[in-house]
């Protein structure tokens, strides 16, 4: 036992070490965020000389942060639930059916998820625009469209663990389908739900290209756009960018921590169930 | 089946809540399309204005200067919007006008820009401004007698100079008129680096390929073609005519540069080491000059100055000047759409109130007649200016490279040649071989 | 066999529950990227009206050396991505599903880094490998720590680096999800049985977490070839184009070059490309997956 517990506490001292090396990079954005341009050029490694906020008042008033806080969290809030609740119905219809038409629609969204981004924006702007749909909810239907593949092969693979014997035993007590689906399979795989939300809110959350092409009426605007201001050709406002940084990613960093309990939670809840 | 009825409602209820979200925010764009509705109306009707511009550092200036228009029109309303990042201006603009709402008002490089996108340019002509424009800025956007784009402002560069750092090193820097004063320059601030408190006198960034193969490669190729960038635009070939003292020029840069250059940026070369004192000089131009007033007010309004750019066998005391970007027009909105974008850039570079927008917030040097000297307000402008002003100028022909050979071809050449890993022979046939290739 | 009958019969249910996102995925992805193989075979700009022009573009590809070499750099770039991010982020999903302090910290600084992109992590990473490095070169004559950046090689490596410390947080989530749904009984019934530590792991936990392998493979590998915005905030392709990836140099021929068509005709190629690797690649591991 003794050895175990030796082996325990090296590997949390290991864990620790490498916790912190993975977020020194972080360490530069934070203490940085609160120095002067001068200051952050002659001394980007030292602590700042004070707590400054100027840069974060700056940086709050020219994001606009409240409009663009309430777009990037619509967007983001909206495209993920969308993407969960159909990516797993579609998932559960082509895992369960076993027909020629299941097998090819399920490669057809894997391998959609080869194509390269730069190579369809031009012709996807051109369709959306035609049928003016150049919007807010325009890019949530953009992203569920790029974001479904993605989630369609995650719930793929979690469905195969989940027994058929469970659907068939409710098929027999008279469900329909979307019940079964709705109040027996999505619940079983919550796990995998809020694995995708994990792995989609950081690519949402923090998507310049795409926004950037779609919406351009001056109220929608997200976070990222706005960060982008702060650089420019040949001036680059780093304090703020990095000011601005550290308010966006504050956020996504707070429902990490919410999910990973809710994580833990989901799978005991699950295993119950099960 | 009746709960089958009930999930498709839930269903149904989903797709619905989803297609409300939809059209809520879809009616808000369709003004959008006022603009070429009222095609066949009189000037008095309301028009809109879209503008798609890429230069950031006067986006709020510019709006500010939107909102007094329109309060002087009431009929005009113009829509600002800039493109954020600094680089992606080219795939933003082809994205804007294939997604349908094409900007009424947008900007265009040069000859080559003007070449992709002459269908969609309206000629400028009788515009005031561009009878206004300064002699020889419009003839990068004149084709067949039609002018396609109005220029923003004049930006020149040359070795900027800290005056501090020259001046403890006993250099007075209104002596270096040549490419030889300027080596013997270079040697003296290198011999003192310790007591000077530098790390090199210079900071090349060779890993910025517009620096190198735009700029520095410009003041070497401009002889060649007469200071013409049409010459360079209907150039089949290039030649290399200064081409030594063009090696001369890099080698001296990188040589006595913070090293690696390869790897030195833009931001490291202007901020984290001009603008702390690290280096003596820098190749840049005027538009660094916010840049360095942000980080240090009272430096950059005195203690910075401009050497010119020596051209052994050429101009020695001169300094490359030229226009940076162009207003254009676009051709396929309707008459009124385009007369009211006229009047608004008239307005902008000709009227009083313009003027005074253009220097004091915009701080560009005015690429137009009709301005007085002492309006330009800061040092390296106003430098630029009074050069211009007794000839002491030559033309920037970058723009009439072929697309993408300045920075891709022999901007990333010139990476490998100060990183040891190619001759400079081979940066020089590979980059005449590509000019060739590209104006076949 | 009756409830079989069933289970197959109703068709409309099927269809139902598949149709919006196949619908979308039609939308967003298959028409736009039909639209940009047709560009692919024509002489569009990106304005001008497209002729059709027939494989003109392909052919021309043959001489590309710059393209090709881009492809190299990307295949080398993402054989070392796969191979450091599946092993370090499986390592990581391991270290932190045990009970150990600090976990929930551990898990949370592993992942962080997925939340920056583009150019704020490029200006960050820039400055680790040319001053960081360089200072602690300095100061301990370690000659491979200086000069980041400034060659081909230190540029590849730059790129792994910032992208493996980027998506092992991702990966690592994936194999989570994954360790977390095997039953803890197994586990201990292993240890009962006096299993050790890598025997519990090769024997217990391996062959129950092989689907995630299958699922971040792939996702490593789509990422890596596809990668863009870490290129070009922290190489741009310097020096000389040698650190250029294909979207890089896909994206510099559309727009700066104007080469929409051409463009589209590299990445034509180089979804080919990636989807033959894929495909083989999902084959393989699904075939493992099955054989255990």
Known sequence: MKKVHVQKYLLTILGIVLSLIWISPFYIILVNSFKTKLELFTNTLSLPKSLMLDNYKTAAANLNLSEAFSNTLIITVFSILIIAIFSSMTAYALQRVKKKSSVIIYMIFTVAMLIPFQSVMIPLVAEFGKFHFLTRSGLVFMYLGFGSSLGVFLYYGALKGIPTSLDEAALIDGCSRFRIYWNIILPLLNPTTITLAVLDIMWIWNDYLLPSLVINKVGSRTLPLMIFYFFSQYTKQWNLGMAGLTIAILPVVIFYFLAQRKLVTAIIAGAVKQ | ???????????????????????????????????????????????????????????????????????????????????????????????????????????????????????????????????????????????????????????????????????????????IKTFDAL??????????????????????????????????????????????????????????????????????????SVQPTASLDYSTQVEKLFGTGKVAMIQQGNWVYPTLESLDKNFAENDIGMLPYPVPGYKEDSYPEGVPMYWAVNSDKPAEVQKAAKDFLDWLYTSDEGKQIVTQQFKFVPAYNGYSADSISDPLGMQLFVAASQGKTYGWVFMGYPNNWGQNVLGADIQLYVNGSLTWDKVISHAKQAWADARK | MIKKAKFFKNGIWYWLFIAPTLLSLIIVVLIPFIIGIYYSFTDWNGINQPVFIGLKNFIALKGDTEFWNSIFFT???????????????????????RKIFARNFMRTAFYLPNLIGGLILGFIWNFIFVDVFQTISDATHIGWLGGWLSTTNTGFWGLVIVTSWQMIGYVMVIYIAYIESIPTDLIEASKIDGANSWQQFRNVVFPLIAPAFTVSLFITLSNSFKLFDQNLSLTAGAPGNTTQMITLNIYQTAFSAQEMAVGQAKAVIMFLIIAVISIIQVYLTQKREVEM
């Open chain 2, 183 to 256: 080596v013997n320059a270079v040697k003296t601030l290198d011999s003192k680096k310790k007591e000077l408190g530098i790390e090199a006198v210079f900071a090349f960034p060779a890993k910025e390929t517009w620096v190198t193969g735009l700029h520095l490669s410009n003041a070497f190729l401009s002889p060649e073609f007469d200071g013409d960038v049409m010459k360079a635009f209907n150039s089949k070939t290039v030649e290399f005519k200064y081409g030594d003292a063009m090696k001369q020029m890099i080698d001296l840069q990188n040589k006595y």
């Open chain 3, 75 to 97: 295949a080398k770039f993402a054989v070392a991505c796969i191979v450091i991010i599946n092993v370090v982020g499986l390592s990581f999903a391991m270290l932190v599903t």
């Open chain 2, 1 to 175: 089946m009746s709960r089958f009825g009930k999930g498709l409602a839930l269903l149904l209820v989903l797709l619905m809540a989803f297609s409300v979200l939809i059209s809520g925010c879809g009616s808000k764009s369709t003004d959008q399309s006022n603009a070429s509705q009222s095609k066949t109306e009189t000037t008095n009707k309301p028009v809109t204005l879209d503008i798609f511009q890429f230069k950031v550092e006067i986006k709020d200036a510019l709006q500010n200067a939107i909102n007094t228009y329109m309060k002087e029109n009431p009929n005009v309303k113009i829509n600002l919007e800039t493109v954020g990042g600094g680089q992606d201006y080219g795939a933003a603009l082809k994205a804007k006008f294939n997604s349908g709402s094409e900007p009424a008002i947008f900007n265009v490089g040069g000859p080559q820009d003007v070449a992709t996108w002459k269908p969609k340019l309206a000629d400028l002509s009788d515009t005031k401004a561009a009878k206004e424009a300064i002699n020889g800025t419009l003839t990068g956007v004149t084709q067949d007698g039609k002018i396609y784009g109005l220029p923003f402002d004049l930006e020149g560069y040359g070795l900027i100079y800290n005056k501090q750092i020259f001046s403890k090193a006993g250099i007075d820097p209104s002596s």
